[in-house]
């Protein structure tokens, strides 16, 4: 897509990878609307970005997604771009008993939460003459990691759907990216600032670029290895992950 001019709404603009990539869209003249639950997050980008504007959101309830599309459409004519960027990762046991809450939780939020937000809006997309949708999946999409795996399940549902809706939306003016982050140093999961995990500012700066060149799929070089996992022996890579995972988080 095309990083100038544009009117992107963001959600889970109030942190971390939303957050950065709203605060480095709006440098580069786009207007931005971010969106969260949590207002505090959202005041706190609105007041050190003036021109960034915020609107309070819950990806997991309808009405608020249909109320906040419909309320973009009337105050931002010029939409024309969503970053489907709101995710929830939380730990779960697929091996045992699976709580309910947390199955629910993350379909809802990464999984229905983008598909109804894009729904409620790809109308006035398609009316645009440029559009963009944008959506932050993961390298756990391709790799899962086995103590999130209705986490990496969701991520890998979500870019079978993008994959379906990008075939469909190929004659329109709507261009559809994936985002699939490796492991980034944000606050969604453990320690923001875990050395092992890319840094924030330079996750930003590989993406961006990618983001230019129009790639169906933006990937920093350290996603290449779990990307380019699938095929006959992916059972072997996410077993090696996964028993290197399983070792790091013990002595974590
Ligand atoms: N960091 C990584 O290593 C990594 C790797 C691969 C993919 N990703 C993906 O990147 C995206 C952003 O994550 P992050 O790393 O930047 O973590 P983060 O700072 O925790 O951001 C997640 C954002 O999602 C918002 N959110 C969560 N539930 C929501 C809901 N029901 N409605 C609206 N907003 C909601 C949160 O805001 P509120 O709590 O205020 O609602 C928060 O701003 C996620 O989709 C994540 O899966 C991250």
């Not at 971010?34 to 980008?45: K, P, S």
């Not at 993406?207 to 059972?235: C, S």
């Amino acid at each position: 897509m095309k990083l100038t001019g544009n009117t992107v709404f963001i959600t889970g603009g109030g942190s971390g990878i939303g957050r950065a990539l709203a605060e480095a869209l709006h440098q580069r003249g786009n207007k931005i609307i971010i969106a969260g639950r949590r207002r505090a997050q959202l005041d706190e980008v609105v007041a050190a970005n003036p021109g960034i504007d915020a609107v309070e959101l819950d990806v997991a309830n309808p009405a608020s997604i249909e109320a906040v599309a419909a309320d973009l459409i009337a105050r931002y004519p010029t939409l024309n771009v969503l970053f489907n960027n709101a995710g929830v990762m939380l730990m779960d046991n697929a091996a045992g008993v699976m709580d309910e809450k947390t199955l629910q939780t993350h379909i809802a939020i990464n999984l229905l939460g983008p598909i109804r937000l894009t729904s409620a809006l790809i109308e006035h997309l398609k009316q645009q003459k440029q559009a963009t949708l944008l959506y932050n999946t993961s390298t756990l999409a391709f790799t899962p990691l086995a103590p999130f795996a209705v986490y990496s399940a969701t991520k890998a549902a979500l870019h079978s759907f993008v994959m379906s809706q990008r075939f469909l939306l190929r004659d329109t003016s709507v261009k559809v990216q994936e985002i699939a982050p490796p492991w980034v140093a944000t606050g969604l999961v453990g320690d923001a600032n875990d050395p092992r995990a890319m840094r924030l500012d330079h996750f930003v700066e590989g993406t961006l670029a990618a983001l230019e060149t129009d790639a169906e799929e933006v990937l920093v070089d350290e996603a290449l290895v779990y990307r380019n996992n699938p095929g006959p022996k992916e059972h072997a890579f996410v077993t090696e992950l996964n028993t290197f995972m399983t070792k790091e988080l013990a002595a974590a």
